[in-house]
């Protein structure tokens, strides 16, 4: 995988993640602001049944069902501890280019582990069907 893609490191950056909060349902007097959301790591990933999906770029955890005082960095750390971009005591722009390679190939094993859990569903859905249609023929069905 290569590590100085662009794209793939655009959400590092502040500026991006909040970009992504067009729309976001929570805007002033809450805690969840796009502001909030953004600094503790959050892009908006809506659905159309849910405006208020919120995935961490790093970890790829999503939450949803935000309340107005919810705080986004407290969220995030209490959903997802091994997250190490929410527990960096450094900003992006403080890291030495050895501290960052390091948190990509962090971010990279989350990015892995998703991609595998994700196929691994479909595989599971896929034999669920399979062995249905195997019964259904076995016992002379269509
Ligand atoms: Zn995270």
């Known amino acids: 995988m290569d590590a100085c893609n662009e794209e793939d490191i655009k959400m590092y950056f502040y500026e991006n993640r909040l970009k992504t909060f067009e729309g976001w ?34 970890c790829l955890k999503e939450l949803e069902g935000w309340e107005p005082e919810d705080d986004p960095e407290k969220e995030h750390k209490s959903h997802a501890p091994a997250c190490n971009f929410i527990t960096l005591k450094k900003t992006v722009t403080e890291l030495t280019v050895e501290e960052f390679f390091k948190l990509q190939k962090e971010r ?5 582990k998703k991609s595998c859990n994700e196929a691994l569903t479909k595989l599971e859905e896929a034999a669920k069907l399979r062995r249905g249609d195997i019964i259904k023929t076995a016992m002379g069905e269509e």
Do not use: L, V, Y
């Not at 007097?29 to 809506?46: D, L, V």
């Not at 990279?108 to 892995?112: C, E």
């Open 25 to 58: 349902p929570f805007d002033e007097g809450c805690s969840c602001t796009p502001e909030n959301m953004a600094k503790a790591g959050f892009i908006h990933t809506p659905s159309e049944n849910s405006p208020d999906i919120a995935m961490c770029f790093f």
């Open 108 to 112: 990279h094993k989350f990015i892995i």
